[in-house]
């Protein structure tokens, strides 16, 4: 990250909110106003039916962005709650234009977050739609012990989940009821443990053969080589190089 990028981040990270566990952040139906980046905490994004039946469709970590196309669509489709207390940098619509235009570096790497958000929810509805409970659950603990990881929140095969029974139930598309029937047969085989001082993954090899978990779809890779030529010859465009002074 070069010293300009720096500088500007440090402007934009100047107004922060803070939310409570359960805060409702957005609701759905909300006129958008404002992007947040995540600094501190989880939320999730969640949509409900007329009869109280509820999707978890998110489930974000410090790092990840919420109301991304603020500036392009007019209403949240999403609520979006705090299941921690929650610390958030505010941004106003306008400054990620000037995000774009001053900062493309920046600009791509938002991009990319953006596609990350993408690539997870559509693997989120592979899980719901063809992964049986017990491969649902499998899947969810694989990839959110590997998110965790990537922004230091967990080492070794142990890490606190600040989510519920129920949550968790909600994000898989199930029951509780078919919940606990799954996580009995996951805790009984000695594979995973799940407890009041956290998760505990004793069998991380046998938890991705369950899954069939493949890591490709998380691209936690580092920037394409083609986007890296493509910025370069931005930043020789007069209008884009005065942002990188």
């Not at 010293?3 to 409702?24: M, P």
């Not at 069998?203 to 370069?232: G, N, Q, V």
Request: glycine share 6%.
């Amino acid at each position: 990250m070069s010293d300009s990028e720096e500088r500007f981040i440090d402007r934009l990270d100047a107004r922060t909110e803070s939310f409570g566990k359960n805060d409702q952040i957005v609701s759905e139906g909300d006129a958008y106003s404002k992007i947040y980046v995540i600094k501190k905490g989880w939320t999730y994004h969640s949509r409900t039916l007329d009869d109280g039946r509820r999707q978890i469709t998110r489930i974000d970590l410090p790092g990840d962005i919420c109301c991304f196309f603020a500036p392009i669509l007019k209403y949240s489709a999403n609520n979006i709650v705090a299941l921690t207390d929650c610390e958030m940098t505010v941004l106003e619509l306008e400054q990620l234009a000037e995000i774009y235009t001053e900062q493309p570096g920046l600009g791509a790497a938002l991009s990319w977050c953006c596609a990350q958000d993408e690539s997870v929810l559509s693997e989120r509805l592979v899980s719901v739609g063809r992964r049986s409970a017990v491969e649902r659950l499998a899947h969810f603990f694989v990839e959110i012990r590997r998110r965790m990881e990537l922004v230091d929140l967990a080492e070794g095969n142990r890490f606190l989940l600040p989510v519920t029974r129920e949550q968790l139930a909600d994000a898989m598309g199930i029951t509780t009821v078919h919940l606990f029937r799954s996580m009995r047969r996951l805790e009984k085989d000695q594979i995973i443990a799940w407890g009041t001082d956290g998760v505990a993954i004793n069998d991380m090899m046998e938890l991705h053969r369950i899954a069939k978990f493949t890591e490709p779809y998380l691209h936690y890779t580092e920037i394409p080589s083609r986007t890296d030529r493509f910025l370069k010859k931005l930043s020789q465009i007069p209008q884009y190089a005065s942002g990188q002074q």
